[in-house]
């Protein structure tokens, strides 16, 4: 079987689950090609995965967007046109027998106008079977138990859903009419035309209806080859660890302020990533690190602080730790808001953060440390996260379309 893989390649957690997967279809004989654009495209080849960049949304377009929440900049129609002339160029060249997609809406039109089967991994929030919209009526009241909110959380998502179809899908459903293809509503751009498979839990991320060919699979995070983190050697286990994780911006002053943390006895790993680190002086007790590896990290940890993307929150869920999360948009608000309702956690955004200051976020975390309940709740459901083993369900579920097809 000959795959292409198309994966947003702006954020790593969309390159590594489709590479996940990608592993054990390699292992049972099946050949893979990435191809996309964005810094991340290059995580699959780290691991001998033959990769081809294709046009795309510039991360900066992306940035932008999502930030400001003018969804509707993403998708222009011109640009659209290119992107998928690109991606059916690709597939008469490399002829695949299916195409994998995560959050590459173009490639489900390619696949359905070049007639190939496409699946797809996917957020249930970035999905049209959601149970809590991004706006949650039900969030918001917190302990009340107010009658009715239920119902109307159900109508906030379908008027969410309508606008997401009408604002930011609008111009892609356009090119698919003028290619002769029907339209798609809302998230259904992000589907496959065969397969969809929700890289979550019904426990954390719940659904209201499931059509028969969108499944769970369970969290798939990035594994890893990296060497075990150097902080490893200078850690007491006698004194609690918090992991960062937050990216590059803000990095000095976000450093400066976890020296507090270490002030009162809380060790501190931060995960840097490709920022600039020869200018940033850590104080004692604050450990930098560039990329890691997180599962030799996180059973020496305590706490996990992230911006709340799925990719992340799982890897603490699955070690049993508790959350800060610092969201910068909306997709990463719906996990925080989340972490917070069920306990596991704090959640703040980014904005909040600017204008309380820094000092807020440490708070945080020492409470999040203080209060034995966040630790608990995430070990109670450490096993429903670990109890998936997603990539193995998904190329096994691919196996069986490509087999009930040659048949």
Known sequence: MRIVALPNAHALAHVSRL????????????????????????????????TRELPYITVEQVVHAVRTQ?????????????????????????????????????????????GLNSASVLNVHMSNYRSIPFFSYVQLAGKLRLPGLNLVDRL????????????????????RRK?????????????GNKLSFLAD????????????????IGPMTW????????????????RPTAYFTLGSEGLEELVMQLGVLAERGIQVVVAAGAADLSQVQA??????????????????????CCHGGNGTLYQALAHGLPCVVVATHAEQHYGGKRIQQLGLGRST?????????????????????????????????????????????????LENLLAAGDG
């Open 201 to 216: 839990i019904p426990e954390f991320n719940p659904v209201t209806r499931l059509p028969e060919q969108v499944r769970y």
């Open 70 to 114: 003018k969804l509707w900049e993403l998708y222009r129609e011109q640009e659209l046109k290119g992107f998928i002339a690109a991606e059916l160029a690709l597939f008469a060249e490399y002829q695949p027998d299916l195409v994998l997609i995560d959050n590459r809406p173009t490639a489900r039109t390619s696949a359905d106008k070049a």
């Open 349 to 397: 955004t980014l904005k909040q953060l600017r204008k309380q200051g820094m000092s807020s976020l440490v708070e945080s975390v020492r409470q999040v440390l203080d209060t034995p309940d966040y630790r608990a709740a995430a070990r109670a459901l450490m096993p429903k996260v670990q109890a998936w083993n997603g990539a193995e369900l998904a190329a096994t579920a």
């Open 283 to 304: 104080p004692a007790g604050v450990f930098l690190e560039q990329y890691i590896n997180t599962d030799l990290l996180l059973p020496h940890c305590d706490l996990v």
């Open 223 to 238: 594994r890893n080859t990296l060497p075990a983190p150097s902080c490893l050697e200078h850690l007491q286990p006698d």
């Open 156 to 175: 906030e998502n379908r008027i969410e859903n309508a606008v997401y179809d009408r604002l930011v899908m609008g111009g892609l459903n356009r090119v």
């Open 179 to 191: 290619m002769g293809l029907a339209p798609l509503y809302a998230y259904e751009h992000e589907e």
């Open 19 to 50: 590479l996940e997967i990608a592993k054990v279809l390699r292992q049972r004989g099946h050949e893979v090609l990435f191809a996309g654009h964005g810094k991340y495209l290059q995580v699959a080849s780290w691991d001998d995965f033959a």
